[in-house]
């Protein structure tokens, strides 16, 4: 029997899972605050659907330690030896969270002197028993592995061809909608991250051009008009899912 999930079930488990787009993108910066990272970068991208991905690096010492554990993270089935402080909300954030919102997931991770790469395709694993892929066909890979190199990554792992339309309606995507969407993640995530960001000076999480502060969810003045007064979005989003 194959030690990955056969085509039946891989192929219908990201459709039992409907959580938002920002919490499979906080799924992601869970896996890196796991892998103890102290800077993690979101950039999200794209003029339309067709070209639209979302890409999160971090600067963990370790990211995948070997080949082997890129495979494993990449499996849909398996067990996992869990650290009691790590803070994965479902311990599935590289696999069934992100296909049930993208048909592509890509993992660059940096050993050694090596970028190695492993994919999952949502069509992949309906047709037939699942295997981590290495050949590289996400369109960005190129512009991952060089910033990988530059900027002192250790892994970036990539979201592409998403299912549906994410936010919005229309097919094309304007600068403004991908800021406003970046300032609703950043303040998602200052929510979401807030003692985290609070017990860590040294922690650094972006999204595009805004830095992650952290936001009591508590504040006696946490209103609608306060808050766009104090982020100042271009636009506001509530995505689907």
């Known amino acids: 029997m194959s030690k990955y999930l056969g085509s039946g079930l891989a192929g ?8 938002s787009l ?12 796991d892998a103890k990272a102290k800077k993690i970068h979101v950039d999200i991208s794209g003029t339309s ?8 690096y971090d600067n963990s010492k370790e990211g995948f330690s070997s080949e082997q554990s890129l495979d494993d993270a990449f499996r849909l089935s398996g067990s996992k030896v869990r650290d009691a402080v790590e803070i994965g909300s479902f311990h599935m954030g590289m696999k069934v969270s992100t296909l049930s919102k993208f048909s592509d997931v890509a993992a660059f991770t940096k050993i050694e002197t090596n970028i190695l790469h492993r994919r999952l395709n949502q069509h992949h694993i309906e047709d037939k028993i699942y295997e981590p892929l290495e050949d590289i066909i996400y369109a960005g890979a190129t512009e991952v592995k060089d910033k ?11 979201l592409s061809n998403p299912k549906s339309i994410l936010f919005g309606k229309e097919n094309t995507i304007k600068k403004s ?11 998602f995530f200052g929510i979401t991250y807030e003692s985290i960001l609070l017990n860590d000076n040294d922690l650094e999480l972006t999204v595009n051009d805004e830095k992650v502060i952290p936001i009591d969810p508590f504040w006696d ?20 899912g």
Do not use: H, R
């Open 49 to 56: 659907w067709d070209n639209f991905s979302i890409v999160v």
């Open 12 to 19: 219908e488990i990201p459709k039992l899972v409907n959580i």
């Open 221 to 240: 003045s946490f209103t609608t008009s306060n808050i766009t007064n104090k982020f100042e979005p271009k636009c506001c989003f509530q995505t689907t």
């Open 148 to 158: 990988i190199l530059a900027k002192g990554w250790t892994t970036g792992v990539c």
């Open 22 to 33: 920002d919490s499979v993108i906080a799924e992601l910066v869970d896996n890196c605050l």
């Open 177 to 187: 909608t991908i800021e406003g969407f970046s300032k609703q993640v950043a303040m």
